[in-house]
C-alpha cells in the first residue's frame, strides 16, 4: 500500500498524461505527398505526444487510407498480413488469432483498438480476425510492433494496433460502400455506410457495417482423419456500428460489434453439426479535454464494456451430446474511470502521466455451465493503474522515460518501465529502446487457474523484457530503406494445458520468446508506390515451453514461418486508375496435423512454404468525383492456405480460402 500511496503523490504533484490528436493522412494528402513529408506526419500511438514516425520511441508502422483502398483488403487480415512480423493462426472453434514476431499473441497480448476504444474481450482477452471487422471506413492504422504496456497496460505486451475511422469532418456527407467476394462455391457480400458533418462545435459520425459469407470454400480435416466440406460450415456474418459525437472539448463514442461464425470443429475432433459461436461487444466512452492553460491539459474519462464472448447458445444434437461440446452463456463487463493530463515543462520537455481504477466482473448466464470457484456465478475484481513519462528533446538525442504500475485485488502487482533514445541526423534516423511488460490475466484465465490449485487462483501476470535497434536512411526524397532487430523475452509464461487427471486450466510455465529483425523499403513516386519487406525470427536458446516448440528445429515456433516476405504496391495507369499487386511469401512452417494411433500422439508435420498473390485494379473518380470502382483477385496462385494452430493443442490445420475475385464499388458524396 505504500508503494501505491507514494506513486500516487508523485503523480498528483503533477505529472499528467493525455491523448493527443494523430494527425492522419488523408487519400488527397497521399496523393500529393512524397516519401519524406509522409514520414513526417506526426503520430501519437507510441508515446501519446505528437511525434513523426522516425523520432517515435518504438517500432512502428503505418497503414494509410489509400494503401487501404487501393488493395482492395477483404478485411483486416489481409492488411495486417502485409506489416513486418504479423501471421494468423488459428485457435479452438476454427476463430482465428495474431501472432506477433513468431509468438502466438491471440489471448491478449496484442492489443487492437478502435478509435481509441480496448476491443480485445475482457474474459480470455482474445481478438478474433477473420471476415470481422470492416476495413471500409478506415482513415490510418498505426501499428506498434513491439511492447505497449508501459502507455496501455496488460493487453499490449507484444504490440499495440490503433485503428482510426473518418471522422465527421473527413466525411462531411455520406459514403456508401459495397463489395461481393466468391470462391466460385461460395459469396460474400458486404456493405457499409457512414455519415458525419461537422458543425461550428459540433462534429458528429455515424457508420455501420455488415458483411455475410463462409470462412472456406476447401475441405477440414480432423487429426483423425475425418473430413467435411467448410462452405456450408463455417458462416461468418458481422455487423458493426460506431457512433460519435464531439461537442467542443466533450466527447462520446459508442461501438456495438455482432460477430456471428458457424463452426464443426471442436478442439480435436469434428462434430457431425455445425453449433454457433458468437461475440458479442459494446463499447462506451465519455471524454472532457479540459485545457486549463497553454501548458497543462486534463482529459478526465469513462470507459464501459460489456462483452459475450466465445457465445454458443445451441444445445448439443445426437452424437455430439457425447462430445465436450455444449452451451456457454457467459457475459462480462468493465466500468474504468480516470484522469489523464498533459504539462509542457516548456518546449523541451514534456511531462505526462495518469491514473485509473478498473472494475471488472464476470457474470454465468445459463444453469448447467457451473459456477466460478467462489462457488457463485459472479466474480468481480478490481484494478489500480498508474503510469508516467517523460520526454526531453536534446540536440544529443531525444529521450523517453516512462513507467507503468498496476496493482489487482486478485493477481497482485505488474510494472513496466520502458527507456528510449531517438535520433534524426538529416536523413538518418536511429532508435534504442528497452522496455518491460506485461500480459494481464483475463476473468477466465484466473477462474481456470483456480480449479488447479484447490479453489484458490495463483495465476501471476506474464512479464516480458525487450531490446529494440532500428536504423533507417532516406536514399531520396521519395525512398527509404530500415532495418531493426529485437529480442524479447517473456517470463512466468501464461499456458493453457491439460494435467495428468484430464482437467483444463491455465498456469504459469517456463519461458519463451524470439529475436530476429524486421527490413523494410518504402518508395513513394508519381507513377504509384511500393512497399517490400522481410521479416526473420528465431526461439533458439529462449524458448522453453514444451507446446511451442518445434522438436526438429529449435529455432521456429509453432505455426509461424521463420522467414516472411511482403510486397504492398499500386502502379497508376490513368488519372484515377491504378493496378494493385500484393504478396506475401511465408517460409517454412510446422504443424501437428495428424493422429499416430500406434504412438498414441500427434505428428509433427513440415508445411511447405507458400506464396498469396493478389491484384486488384481501381478506378477513383470514375465518371463522377467521389465515385469508385474495383475489381481483383485475392490468392491468384490457389495457394492451399492453412491457418496453423501455433501451439500443440490437437487443432488441424484450418482451411483458408480459395482463389477468391472481388468486385467493390463506392460513393463518397460530399455536402457543402
Known amino acids: ?126 481478438v478474433v480476425y477473420g471476415g470481422h471487422y470492416s476495413v471500409d471506413n478506415i482513415k490510418q492504422i498505426e501499428l506498434i510492433r513491439g511492447p505497449g504496456s508501459a502507455i496501455y497496460g496488460g493487453f499490449a505486451e507484444l504490440g499495440v494496433i490503433n485503428i482510426i475511422t473518418q471522422s465527421g469532418a473527413d466525411l462531411n456527407g455520406i459514403k456508401v460502400v459495397a463489395n461481393y467476394a466468391h470462391t466460385g462455391k461460395t459469396g460474400s457480400p458486404n456493405v457499409s455506410l457512414a455519415l458525419g458533418k461537422e458543425i461550428n462545435d459540433f462534429e458528429f459520425s455515424l457508420s455501420g457495417s455488415y458483411r455475410d459469407g463462409n470462412r472456406s470454400d476447401r475441405e477440414y480435416t480432423d487429426v483423425y482423419g475425418d473430413t467435411f466440406s467448410m462452405t456450408d460450415n463455417s458462416d461468418i456474418s458481422a455487423m458493426n456500428i460506431n457512433a460519435g459525437m464531439k461537442y ?107 491514473v485509473e481504477y478498473t472494475y471488472d466482473s464476470g457474470a454465468i448466464q445459463s444453469g448447467d455451465e457451473g459456477l466460478y470457484y467462489n462457488g457463485s456465478k459472479k466474480l468481480t475484481f478490481g484494478n489500480f493503474g498508474a503510469f508516467a513519462q517523460g520526454l526531453i528533446k536534446s540536440e544529443i538525442a531525444n529521450t523517453i522515460l516512462g513507467l507503468r504500475y498496476e496493482n489487482h485485488s486478485v493477481f497482485g502487482s505488474a510494472f513496466a518501465p520502458r527507456l528510449g533514445f531517438t535520433k534524426v541526423i538529416n536523413k538518418f534516423h536511429a532508435k534504442l529502446l528497452y522496455s518491460m511488460a506485461f500480459k494481464s490475466p483475463g476473468v477466465e484465465n484466473i477462474n481456470k487457474s483456480a480449479y488447479l490449485n484447490n479453489l484458490q487462483p495463483n495465476i501471476k501476470p506474464e512479464t516480458t523484457q525487450v531490446i529494440e535497434l532500428e536504423a533507417g536512411y532516406k536514399l531520396t526524397d521519395n525512398m527509404s530503406l530500415s532495418a531493426n532487430i529485437f529480442y524479447m523475452k517473456i517470463n512466468q509464461t501464461i499456458v493453457y494445458f491439460v494435467n495428468a487427471s484430464g482437467q ?67 502502379l497508376n495507369i490513368y488519372k484515377g486508375l491504378s493496378i494493385n499487386p500484393s504478396l506475401s511469401y511465408l517460409g517454412k512452417r510446422y504443424a501437428y496435423s495428424t493422429y499416430d494411433a500406434i504412438e498414441d500422439e500427434l505428428v509433427l508435420n513440415e508445411i511447405n512454404p507458400l506464396t498469396l498473390l493478389n491484384v486488384f485494379i481501381n478506378y477513383r473518380d470514375i465518371f463522377i468525383e467521389g465515385l469508385n470502382f474495383g475489381v481483383g483477385a485475392y490468392n491468384i496462385l490457389d495457394s492451399k492456405y492453412d491457418y496453423l494452430q501455433p501451439y500443440n493443442g490437437w487443432h488441424a490445420p484450418y482451411p483458408g480460402k480459395s482463389l477468391e475475385f472481388v468486385v467493390k464499388a463506392s460513393y463518397h458524396f460530399n455536402k457543402n
Request: proline fraction near 3%; hydrophobic fraction near 35%.
Open 248 to 354: 467542443k472539448d466533450l466527447s462520446l463514442r459508442v461501438i456495438y460489434d455482432d460477430y456471428k461464425t458457424d463452426s464443426r470443429d471442436l478442439y480435436d475432433e469434428n462434430l457431425e453439426h455445425a453449433y454457433n459461436v458468437d461475440s458479442r461487444t459494446i463499447l462506451a466512452e465519455l471524454k472532457y479535454d479540459w485545457k486549463i492553460n497553454e501548458k497543462l491539459i486534463l482529459s478526465p474519462k469513462v470507459n464501459y464494456v460489456q462483452n459475450q464472448p466465445w457465445y454458443s447458445s445451441d444445445e448439443p444434437i445426437g452424437a455430439d451430446t457425447t462430445s465436450s461440446y455444449g452451451k456457454y452463456l457467459r457475459m462480462a463487463n468493465r466500468i474504468k474511470p480516470s484522469i489523464t493530463a498533459s504539462y509542457d515543462l516548456n518546449d523541451k520537455i514534456n511531462i505526462l502521466s495518469g
Open 1 to 126: 500500500m505504500r508503494r501505491i500511496g507514494l506513486l500516487g503523490l508523485f503523480i498528483l504533484l503533477g505529472f499528467s498524461i493525455t491523448i493527443a490528436q494523430t494527425d492522419t493522412i488523408s487519400v488527397d494528402n497521399y496523393l500529393d505527398m512524397d516519401l519524406e513529408s509522409l514520414m513526417n506526419v506526426e503520430l501519437t500511438i507510441a508515446s501519446k505526444t505528437a511525434m513523426t514516425q522516425q523520432e517515435s520511441p518504438a517500432i512502428v508502422s503505418v497503414v494509410t487510407q489509400l494503401e487501404i483502398e487501393n488493395s482492395g483488403a477483404r478485411d483486416l487480415v489481409d492488411i495486417l498480413r502485409l506489416v513486418p512480423g504479423i501471421e494468423f493462426g488459428v485457435d479452438v472453434q476454427g476463430q482465428i488469432g495474431l501472432s506477433m514476431r513468431g509468438n502466438w499473441a491471440h489471448e491478449g497480448k496484442v492489443l487492437l483498438m478502435i478509435d481509441g476504444q480496448e476491443v480485445n474481450e475482457l474474459l480470455y482477452s482474445t
Open 504 to 570: 483444463t486450466g491455465y498456469a504459469n510455465r517456463e519461458a519463451t520468446g524470439t529475436a530476429g529483425l524486421d527490413v523494410e523499403y518504402k518508395i513513394n513516386q508519381k507513377w504509384g508506390y511500393a512497399t517490400l519487406s522481410y521479416a526473420y525470427y528465431s526461439a533458439k536458446g529462449i524458448n522453453k515451453v514444451p507446446d511451442y516448440t518445434v522438436s526438429t528445429n529449435e529455432s521456429a515456433m509453432i505455426g509461424t514461418p521463420q522467414h516472411k516476405v511482403s510486397f504492398n504496391g499500386s
